[in-house]
């Protein structure tokens, strides 16, 4: 047992450390759902403030609020009003649309009164925004990203969501010096869900990946844009709804790689990365290290500065919201930091350098497992500049496992204090599995759900709510940790519950 403890301190001990990479500031933002967020330099001194849309209840009245907080001291935003229109269930992008050198905002979501609310608003030199005369659909529960598709130095717009009859649709607009044309891309219509812009065979000419609810059904497709027409890749992926998708060059060889993450039709939450082969071939790449989401959001970006993409996602697993950073390790190999954020549904997480110190920031919003409303922004407390201490790389490599060295075998365990028939009787109870090679992520975990339901009907489903073992490299290893939990949880009254299979 002295054995087990020392392993469980070492193991807090780890994550304390996790939680010094982002530290929240003192100043925090009203915390939204059904939020969006973006960074934006509109004073251009390197150093970002915070556009924030969404929703929150205070009293009983359900505010709709988009805040520019503007950065009026060390680690201090200042709400203020700069002209922008208050949304939920929407979206914003930043660019230079008028190419006059300062930052724009695009923008779409549910306004007040259910009113659909879409707009560019232009960036002013006194730091507030006018809105553009450039119009575009109003589309909500979707997204809007700019991006150069025809390459003639105007930023155009891929526009997705619901329209005020419900229908989802994806539109792309050609910025004409300063309006927007409908060019017919003749896309299928997506909502909750991301339409995003890419690079997918690397010839200079914008792409779109589509992932999110269509009339027929979740979606995930690529479509190659051909002198301004775009054709459907043929290569299939699955399907999501409640999603996001981003394009990012994971392994830096030049080739757009993607990651999806969402719901399946059957409900289940799912994340892929495919790698970008060449000849618009797309590889799977095994992601044992990532936590499936649904209704989630990704971003990138290199929050440690060693120059590869990073990933940061919010969203909900089947028990309860999470928010991860994942370093990238190289050969698509991703390893939770354990930064120790707070999960959020129907939020948002984003990185930006607000501080201009060269490494990148966190902002999260949403509603976290005690629909409290977070909003919080982290400062990265890694300064590229100086070499990391030893304990910091002690800390990133110890615990995480080398898959490649595999395989190995696991147990899983649960406990609780309750009456497994549903009544008033409660007493300890402790659930274990026997050893496993896990041949598909989770797999035991969904397995083990299944007995205790079959079991005992008032257990709830989960899919990694429950603990699992470290991965060890032979059986009788595994099973030296197992009996050490059993004998713990028995030591201190736990009735013991064999779950074999």
Not at 333 to 339: G, K, S
Request: one cysteine or more.
């Amino acid at each position: 047992m002295h054995k087990l403890s020392r392993f469980i301190v070492f193991i807090l001990s780890i994550a304390s450390a996790a939680a010094q990479v982002y530290v929240p500031i003192s100043n925090q933002p009203q915390g939204r759902m059904h939020a969006a967020a973006t960074w934006i330099d509109l004073q251009a001194n390197g150093k970002a403030d915070l556009i924030l849309s969404g929703d929150y209840v205070s009293g009983n009245t359900t505010n709709i609020r988009t805040t520019y907080y503007q950065q009026t001291g060390t680690n201090r935003f200042t709400a203020t009003n700069k002209g922008l229109p208050d949304i939920y269930n929407g979206s914003m992008d930043v660019g230079d649309f008028n190419r006059d050198g300062l930052q724009d905002v695009v923008l779409s979501g549910m306004g007040a009164g259910n009113r659909p609310v879409s707009g560019i608003f232009l960036g002013q030199k006194d730091g507030s925004f006018k809105k553009s005369d450039a119009n575009f659909a109003a589309l909500t529960e979707g997204s809007v990203e700019f991006g150069d598709f025809d390459k003639d130095g105007f930023l155009d717009l891929l526009v997705s969501g619901k329209d005020q009859n419900g229908r989802p649709l994806t539109i792309i607009y050609r910025n004409e010096q300063g309006q927007l044309a409908d060019i017919n891309a003749r896309l299928p219509g997506i909502s909750r869900g991301k339409a995003s812009w890419g690079d997918a065979n690397s010839n200079g000419r914008l792409d779109v990946l589509l992932c999110g609810n269509s009339n027929s059904g979740p979606l995930t497709q690529v479509y190659i844009n051909t002198n301004g027409h775009f054709r459907m890749l043929t290569q299939r992926f699955p399907g999501l709804k409640n999603s996001d998708a981003a394009w990012a060059d994971f392994d830096n060889d030049g080739k757009k790689d993607f990651i999806i993450s969402g719901e399946t039709a059957s409900g289940m939450p799912l994340t892929r990365i495919y790698r970008n082969m060449g000849d618009l071939n797309y590889a799977e790449v095994s992601t044992p290290g990532i936590r499936p989401l649904k209704n989630c959001s990704i971003d990138m970006g290199d929050f440690d500065a060693d120059g590869d993409l990073d990933i940061v996602m919010t969203g909900e697993s089947l028990e309860r919201p999470y928010t991860i950073v994942y370093e990238n390790k190289g050969n698509f190999n991703f390893v939770d930091i354990i930064a120790g954020l707070p999960g959020v549904s129907a939020g948002i997480a984003t990185f930006g350098d607000y501080d201009g110190d060269g490494d990148l920031d966190l902002f999260v919003s949403g509603l976290d497992v005690c629909f409290e409303f977070v909003g919080m922004i982290f400062r990265n407390t890694i300064d590229p500049k100086i070499e990391r201490e030893e304990t910091m790389d002690i800390f990133i490599d110890s615990p995480i496992v080398d898959y490649s060295k595999g395989p190995y075998y696991y147990f899983v365990w649960s406990s609780c204090f309750c009456d497994l028939q549903g009544g008033d009787n409660k007493s300890y109870n402790m659930f274990i599995s026997n050893i496993h090679m896990e041949r598909q992520d989770f797999n035991l975990n969904y397995k083990f759900n299944e007995l205790l339901i079959n079991r005992f009907p008032n257990w709830s489903f989960a899919d990694r709510g429950h603990r699992t073992s470290n991965a060890f490299l032979s059986i009788p290893d595994a099973e030296v940790s197992r009996q050490q939990i059993i004998d713990s949880y028995g030591a201190n009254g736990f009735q013991i519950h064999l779950f074999n299979w």
